[in-house]
């Protein structure tokens, strides 16, 4: 009887410890799926303003590069001279 309780007690221990070992793993990824998500939040995050600007700065670019196509297109050689 004295090593059939030895033995319950060695399996109760083996149980501890792996249940340990679960809650351990349990709250790391827990922890780390928060990260994650906080990580993916911040990369999908969109300053309006900025964008609004970058869009802005993009058009006039553009429209620059029109207002060039359209005079070198008129331009000939008397007009350069």
Request: aromatic share 4%; charged share 20%; proline share 0%.
């Given at each position: 009887?004295?090593?059939?309780l030895?033995?319950?007690?060695?399996?109760?221990?083996?149980?501890?410890?792996?249940?340990e070992?679960i809650?351990h793993?349990?709250?790391?990824?827990?922890?780390?799926h928060?990260?994650?998500?906080?990580?993916r939040?911040?990369?999908?995050?969109?300053?309006?303003?900025?964008?609004a600007?970058?869009?802005e700065?993009?058009?006039?670019?553009?429209?620059?590069?029109?207002?060039?196509?359209?005079?070198?297109?008129r331009?000939?050689?008397?007009?350069?001279?």
């Amino acid at each position: 009887m004295r090593a059939g309780l030895d033995q319950l007690v060695g399996l109760r221990a083996n149980l501890g410890f792996a249940e340990e070992r679960i809650g351990h793993s349990i709250s790391r990824n827990a922890a780390e799926h928060s990260a994650l998500k906080m990580a993916r939040s911040d990369l999908l995050a969109v300053d309006l303003f900025e964008t609004a600007s970058a869009l802005e700065q993009a058009q006039l670019r553009l429209e620059t590069i029109y207002t060039l196509t359209a005079r070198t297109a008129r331009l000939n050689l008397v007009n350069f001279l």
